[in-house]
């Protein structure tokens, strides 16, 4: 981990509002930043432990769609086990803001909480998002920030030309200053010489006073002020210094050379079952075992994970699968899949390529492939997922083009 000089000066804002539609049946009572992942963890965690292993030791989440669940893992996890004390505040415009309204963009929901900023004695503000998974040393793009005295750094990732559509894409010069800016273009412009395209990851680093002056300015034009539609055009315009950080310069201790550049937007139901799938791989590019840049979350005290049972026809296995603390798997097979803490796989069920939430329960002779099953949920004995998806949507499970099956807790 870096050491505390390194972010002593920079206050962080997460935004962790969003709904996450096209999550849903996932984010129906939880916001996308809440939702599981890799089992033990919550996707905001990885935001967290960032700004926590970069030197960041004051940040603000600012909560809005059904932030309840959010709030507690806060107050469970990183208000409680880390002894921080006031490492992070969760805030939300549903009860603490002053307007009482809800956050109309991005730019806005800071400037909704401006207070916090201007109170600082920060030079640096960092605006990052709650719902990706990647790890990033901070206090090196604060750095390049610094080095190349930028208003804003914005955090840049390459992708490929049909995924580009969905981000907002950069033009830069040979020194990573950014000429042009389009958010979610029909065309968007490639590098010169490749078929990718520079994409924000909506990670920003803004000198202090200028994130004061573009907001004041910006929400005297637009109600709904964004960053990428409104502050960085029209920073763009203003001729402000506005330079892209290339994600894939930054070093982590304890990386392996094939892990950089590793990002996901987890904001799709296939999306999010990849980037979970990845981590079962011999040698995954995102590396949970890096005790030298830890995902920090909830430590509950829960007891190992065991099996049960070991005879010819009834034998309880975890075969290639993630398996959190107080799961038994009792004479069921598991196969390339996460369980969550506390599930519960019964004698003849089989489970493969799944990911099980928390405190799921599979009945006797269950068969479920490609699903993922929402928390608590219980699966009767001898029901089966993921082999017939007309009955599966008959039983009301959603079945996205690519065929995984979600099970929700409404259904």
Sequence with gaps: MCPDNSGRNTIAMVLAGGKGELLVPLTTRRPEPSVSFGGKYKVIDFVLSNLFNSGIKKVYILTQYRAYSLIRHIRESWGKWTGLGEFCVAISPETSSESEEWFKGTADAIMQYLRFVESSDADYIAVFGGDH?????????????????????????????????????FAVDSDFKVTEFSEKPD?????????????????????TKKLIDVLMEGKSLHSDLDFAKHVIPSMLKNGDNVMAYNFCDNMIPGMKDEERGYWKDVGTIDSYYEANMDLLHVSPKLNLYNYEWPILTNQRNFPPAKTVFDTD???????????????????????????????????????????????????????????IIDKNVVIPDGTIIGYDHDEDRARGFTVTESGIVVVSKNE
């Design 187 to 207: 065309n968007p412009k490639t590098l010169p010489g490749k078929g990718t395209c520079l994409a924000s990851m909506g990670n920003y680093i803004f000198s």
């Design 133 to 169: 998974i990647y790890k990033m040393d901070i206090s090196q793009m604060i750095d390049y920030h610094q080095k190349n005295m930028s208003d804003i750094t914005i955090a840049a990732i390459e992708v490929p030309i049909e995924e580009a559509k969905r981000f907002g894409v």
């Design 313 to 371: 026809d009834r034998c309880g296995q975890n075969i290639n699968s993630y398996v959190c603390a107080g799961c038994i798997t009792s004479g069921g097979t598991v196969r390339r899949s996460i369980l969550g803490p506390l599930c519960r796989i019964n004698s003849y069920s089989l489970v493969e390529d799944s990911i099980l939430f928390e405190k799921v329960t599979v009945g006797r002779h269950a068969m479920i492939r490609k699903a």
